[in-house]
């Protein structure tokens, strides 16, 4: 039978595990949601001279989490994350800033906050959410 372009991702994850004895469902151990999102601030911290850290803010879900960016200890940003699926949450991931930078009136900057918002298979019970080498 024709390969038909719906079929394409399937057939690609069995040639992957026929070839190379890869398989994304056996990777995905290694790829902790935590982890990841570890190694990412971890990479962001080295190449932009920043630190990321955790703090209070209201959020619409339980499951996302803000941050603030800091450098030389003063805060230059703040962003939500919100990385996993639920019902009546679009599908798809996206970016897209909450508050812009902007100087306000006084002279004061306003500092901007932006949203990361994914759709990842969530935690399961005291199970960390596990990601693909694609999700990565």
Not at 4 to 30: G, H, I, N, P
Not at 45 to 56: G, K, N
Not at 73 to 81: C, H, P, V
């Amino acid at each position: 039978a024709p390969l038909e372009s719906w079929d394409v991702s399937y057939w690609s994850e069995k040639l992957k595990e026929a070839r190379y004895a890869f398989s994304d469902q056996t990777v995905k151990q290694y790829f902790t949601a935590p982890k990841v999102v570890a190694g990412l601030f971890s990479i962001i911290e080295r190449l932009f001279d920043v630190s990321i850290t955790e703090a209070q803010a209201s959020v619409w879900h339980d499951s996302v989490k803000f941050y603030e960016l800091r450098r030389g200890g003063e805060k230059i940003a703040s962003f939500y994350l919100d990385l996993y699926a639920r019902p009546g949450k679009r599908p798809g991931a996206w970016m897209d800033d909450v508050r812009s930078r902007w100087l306000k009136p006084t002279g004061e900057q306003q500092l901007p906050v932006a949203q990361l918002v994914c759709n990842f298979a969530s935690p399961v019970g005291d199970k960390p959410a596990l990601l693909t080498h694609d999700d990565v």
